[in-house]
């Protein structure tokens, strides 16, 4: 008969595991931010339908190939074109 013995502990996996995942959200938001910021000083004050086909661009850039849609899109697009900065909240993300 067999017997394998393992110290693996189901609690510090499940937590390792959500700090990377948290880790990750943190990385991809960062780097969403940047092209926001990018985009703010640019393209404020400037026509939203001049920001938002740019913002739509960053956005697949910065999330490799991810979409933005309505009404995301125009609620984002309209601050940056108001002079207002996007600024991303990922405190309600965790997991």
């Excluded at 703010?40 to 490799?64: F, M």
Aim: glycine share 8%; charged share 30%; with cysteine.
């Amino acid at each position: 008969m067999f017997r394998i013995e393992s110290d693996f502990d189901p609690r510090k996996f499940e937590s390792g595991l959500k700090r990377q995942m948290n880790d990750g959200l943190q990385a991809y938001a960062a780097r969403l931010q940047l092209g926001l910021d990018d985009l703010h000083s640019r393209l404020c004050g400037h026509p939203i339908d001049q920001v938002k086909p740019e913002l739509q661009s960053t956005w697949r850039a910065a999330t490799q190939g991810g979409e933005i849609n309505d009404p995301h899109l125009t609620a984002f697009a309209e601050a940056i074109a108001e002079g207002r900065r996007v600024v991303l909240d990922t405190s309600e993300f965790r997991v």
